[in-house]
T-cell receptor
Framework: AQKVTQAQTEISVVEKEDVTLDCVYETRDTTYYLFWYKQPPSGELVFLIRRNSFDEQNEISGRYSWNFQKSTSSFNFTITASQVVDSAVYFCALRDSNYQLIWGAGTKLIIKP | SAVISQKPSRDICQRGTSLTIQCQVDSQVTMMFWYRQQPGQSLTLIATANQGSEATYESGFVIDKFPISRPNLTFSTLTVSNMSPEDSSIYLC??????????FGQGTRLTVV
């Protein structure tokens, strides 16, 4: 079955700490896409990254980095030197072969000043 | 990419009434998706709306409660019918294009009193 697990319901850290959000997925497909989205309190969904199953290169974008490990079916997201503006709910999602998105439960990240 | 305009952004409605949410895309897209996000929860797909055919509803969602129109390739509406407080949620429309991420409207925050 297709499934995305974000085991961390809520994480709270102090500003400037590094934080890693975990995402583990299950799929039978050999070709698939993984995504991370940010949902700030205002409610809109902000796209962060897309990764296809054939590209296992890790990616860094400013303070954000992603670690894709097919061997462990994980696609973890790290924020370095966190800031209060990073406070949001973060969703990991899997796009299956039917082009539907399977969403994780989300991780609420609280950055304290 | 795609820019999606969704309205209304929020509404407070009386139980037993209906609300129609509109979603306008700045480019032609084949598939449009409607999601519900209940408070503190992840996104749940309501239905997939393709132009020229009936919407395909996910388990637990029925056309009588959530009728959808898709008159052309840039526009769709979702109606929440005979509302009850349990329908209080954020409703989001989304489009996907080949080899891209999903694009989302700003969301409609619905409160039923």
């Amino acid at each position: 079955a297709q499934k995305v697990t974000q085991a961390q319901t809520e994480i709270s850290v102090v500003e400037k700490e590094d934080v890693t959000l975990d995402c583990v997925y299950e799929t039978r497909d050999t070709t698939y896409y993984l995504f991370w989205y940010k949902q700030p309190p205002s409610g809109e969904l902000v796209f962060l990254i897309r990764r296809n199953s054939f590209d296992e290169q890790n990616e860094i974008s400013g303070r954000y980095s992603w670690n894709f490990q097919k061997s462990t079916s994980s696609f973890n997201f790290t924020i370095t030197a966190s800031q209060v503006v990073d406070s949001a709910v973060y969703f990991c999602a899997l796009r299956d072969s039917n082009y539907q998105l399977i969403w994780g439960a989300g991780t609420k990240l609280i950055i304290k000043p | 990419s795609a820019v999606i305009s969704q309205k209304p952004s929020r509404d407070i409605c009386q139980r037993g009434t209906s609300l129609t949410i509109q979603c306008q895309v700045d480019s032609q897209v084949t598939m449009m998706f409607w999601y519900r996000q209940q408070p503190g929860q992840s996104l749940t797909l309501i239905a997939t709306a393709n132009q020229g055919s009936e919407a395909t509803y996910e388990s637990g969602f029925v056309i009588d409660k959530f009728p959808i129109s898709r008159p052309n390739l840039t526009f769709s509406t979702l109606t929440v019918s005979n509302m009850s407080p349990e329908d209080s949620s954020i409703y989001l429309c989304s489009v996907e294009m080949v080899n891209t991420e999903a694009f989302f409207g700003q969301g409609t925050r619905l409160t039923v009193v």
